[in-house]
T-cell receptor
Framework: LAKTTQPISMDSYEGQEVNITCSHN???????ITWYQQFPSQGPRFIIQ???TKVTNEVASLFIPADRKSSTLSLPRVSLSDTAVYYC?????????????FGKGTKLSVIP | DVKVTQSSRYLVKRTGEKVFLECVQD?????MFWYRQDPGLGLRLIYF???????EKGDIPEGYSVSREKKERFSLILESASTNQTSMYLC?????????????FGNGTRLTVT
């Protein structure tokens, strides 16, 4: 099963770059890596997705090494509004069907 | 934009009651999911459905059942509510059940069982 492991929490000052790493040692060949952001009292929302190397969009970058056993979400110059919980998701096909199982997430606190 | 609507934001029920949580999506998605979210435990998958009348167990199905009679609607049922089912419940949908298609979530139902 492609379980994920992330730090429980991180603190950062406004304006800094934040990197959150997720470990997924048992990732399957066809699995993609997806990151979500969740604010209090809301459901998670999609941030970025990748398969290998680097992906960048208007919100974040995602770095994936060649072995794909980990991935790093990079948030450039964070602001107070980036305070949220960030989840890494990898497809779980261990049961013969595709269960999308989340890890426990990383709570990012941005400090003024 | 995909809209996933959960019928209640807050719900208070008594122990032993039968509880229905409703979820509707408006994008004709094949797949729908129910998660529960608890502090320190993240999101845990209860049940999911690939098609009408089809369901599969997730990681924590005990004490729950589901119903999918129409493509757009996925209901979570607590047959006999217990206090340990007090939680935030999140519904999601996606076109494909593979991880490459992002999940679209509702804003959750916070259920309290007293």
């Amino acid at each position: 099963l492609a379980k994920t492991t992330q730090p429980i929490s991180m603190d950062s000052y406004e304006g800094q770059e934040v990197n959150i790493t997720c470990s997924h040692n048992n990732i399957a060949t066809n699995d993609y890596i997806t990151w979500y952001q969740q604010f209090p009292s809301q459901g998670p929302r999609f941030i970025i997705q990748g398969y290998k190397t680097k992906v960048t969009n208007e919100v974040a970058s995602l770095f994936i090494p060649a072995d794909r056993k980990s991935s790093t979400l990079s948030l450039p110059r964070v602001s107070l509004s980036d305070t949220a919980v960030y989840y890494c998701l990898v497809g779980d096909s261990g049961a013969g069907s595709y269960q999308l199982t989340f890890g426990k997430g990383t709570k990012l606190s941005v400090i003024p | 934009d995909v809209k996933v609507t959960q019928s209640s934001r807050y719900l208070v029920k008594r122990t032993g009651e039968k509880v229905f949580l409703e979820c509707v999506q408006d994008m004709d998605h094949e797949n729908m999911f129910w998660y529960r979210q608890d502090p320190g435990l993240g999101l845990r998958l209860i049940y999911f459905s690939y098609d009408v009348k089809m369901k599969e167990k997730g990681d924590i199905p005990e004490g729950y059942s589901v119903s999918r009679e129409k493509k757009e609607r996925f209901s979570l049922i607590l047959e006999s509510a217990s206090t340990n089912q007090t939680s935030m419940y999140l519904c999601a949908s996606t076109v494909y059940a593979r991880d490459r298609d992002p999940l679209h979530f509702g804003n959750g139902t916070r259920l309290t069982v007293t």
